[in-house]
């Protein structure tokens, strides 16, 4: 059980395009789902918290106009980088909890690796 | 000084060996300890989730909470090549997770 996944797996871009990335929770109803972002050889940081129906809450420094998080139902968020760039190239990984999180246990997807060019 | 320290590694073992990977934390406020496995280019994967100080077993692993200290602990029993992977330690504050930066583990055959 507990089972998230995401698509696509690996994308490329070229700069100034738009990528949507999906996370699906496939055996679980998610109140809350998290985004984050993982650069090489770094820990998980956290983009934004996510509660359907509402809209997301972005940590400091995450610009919400590039970074759109939709929560349109209960197993299913996207995120789409807008306009991207190549700094924005990175491992992107979602997260659902059944709990919005206040109980700790997030189950993570597989993760998104963008690449733009 | 970040909220959660772990040491990056890599830490090499023999197979069989036990392995400790440990983390340590400065905000009394977290509530949840959790340690996940990610395999490169992968998810993380939820090990263990503790609430308590004290112990929690689960097969091979056992998890360490100690608040008084703000240290908690990973103990691999057993190591297998298959145990290879970046370990993550993980806290909450609230709804968020706050991660250490992991420790690279390899168990060599």
């Known amino acids: 059980g507990a089972v998230v996944s995401q698509h696509p797996s690996w994308v490329i871009c070229k700069s100034g395009t738009s990528v949507k990335i999906e996370c699906r929770s496939l055996d679980f109803q998610a109140t809350t789902m998290f985004w984050y972002r993982q650069f090489p050889k770094q820990s998980l940081m956290l983009m934004a918290t996510s509660n359907e129906g509402s809209k997301a809450t972005y940590e400091q420094g995450v610009e919400k106009d590039k970074f759109l998080i939709n929560h349109a139902s209960l197993t299913l968020s996207t995120l789409t980088v807008t306009s991207a760039h190549p700094e924005d190239s990175s491992f992107y990984i979602c997260?659902?909890?059944?709990?919005?999180?206040?109980?700790?246990?997030?189950?993570f997807g597989p993760g998104t690796r963008l690449t733009v060019t | 000084q970040k909220e959660v320290e772990q040491d990056p590694g890599p830490l090499s073992v023999p197979e069989g060996a036990i392995v400790s990977l440990n983390c340590t934390y400065s905000?009394?406020?977290?509530?949840?300890f959790m340690w996940y496995r990610q395999y490169s280019r992968k998810g993380p994967e939820l090990l263990m989730y503790t609430y308590s100080s004290g112990n929690k077993e689960d097969g091979r692993f056992t998890a360490q909470v100690d608040k008084s200290s703000k240290y908690i602990s990973l103990f691999i029993r057993d190591s297998q090549p298959s145990d290879s992977a970046t370990y993550l330690c993980a806290m909450t504050y609230g709804n968020k997770l706050v991660f250490g930066a992991g420790t690279i583990l390899r168990v060599k055959s």
């Open positions: 905000n009394s406020a977290f509530q949840y």
């Open positions: 997260s659902a909890s059944l709990s919005r999180g206040l109980g700790g246990e997030q189950y």
